[in-house]
């Protein structure tokens, strides 16, 4: 059976048009997301309402809304959460895998990221897809199914990357981080 690589967990970007047609997608239109798994790889294809097959939903998919895309505010500001998602994403380290799986659940309660799905991968692991409700984007996300000491640790972890101080330190002023 072949090893989940890394690649479980990665961004895919809604299209700007439709896999079938290739008509652009107009702001607020309403379109369908299908995952599928394709050669060792996830790929995600977005239809207009007119071409979904819904007797061909591949491994998953939703029903999403396309927003042109906004323009990314400039970084400069301090990491936050979603800043170093993307960060660690891009880093497709399998140890930060505790700590991705914290954030977008941060993010998933700041209403940020919505859940769209879960699976079982082939190896067992509980894998969450996330979609960005702002660019539409989709996470891929491995559970770590962390117990509670675990969990507490990561967090912990997280805060301390995002730029805060560990529990009974005095808070930053701002924004706190969890
Ligand atoms: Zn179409």
Not at 98 to 109: D, G, K, Q
Not at 165 to 173: D, I, V, Y
Request: net charge negative; hydrophobic share 35%.
């Amino acid at each position: 059976m072949a090893r989940q690589n890394t690649d479980n967990w990665s961004v895919r970007k809604c299209a700007k048009a439709c896999a079938k047609c290739e008509k652009d997608f107009e702001d607020k239109e309403t379109l369908h997301s299908r995952l599928s798994f394709d050669e060792g790889e996830y790929v995600r294809k977005d239809f207009c309402e007119a071409c979904w097959n819904k007797d061909d939903p591949g491994l998953s998919s939703w029903k999403t809304v396309f927003m042109v895309p906004v323009q990314q505010e400039e970084a400069v500001k301090k990491e936050n959460a979603e800043s170093l998602l993307r960060k660690l994403v891009a880093k497709e380290n399998e140890e930060d895998l505790n700590a991705i799986f914290i954030l977008a659940v941060m993010l998933e309660r700041k209403r940020i990221l919505v859940e769209r799905d879960v699976q079982t991968a082939e190896d067992g692991r509980k894998l969450r897809i996330y979609e960005h409700r702002k660019t539409n984007e989709s996470f891929m996300v491995v559970d770590p199914e962390l117990r509670l000491t675990e969990l507490e640790h990561v967090q912990e972890k997280v805060v301390i990357l995002l730029g805060g101080k560990p529990r009974n330190a005095e808070p930053e002023s701002g924004e706190s981080a969890i």
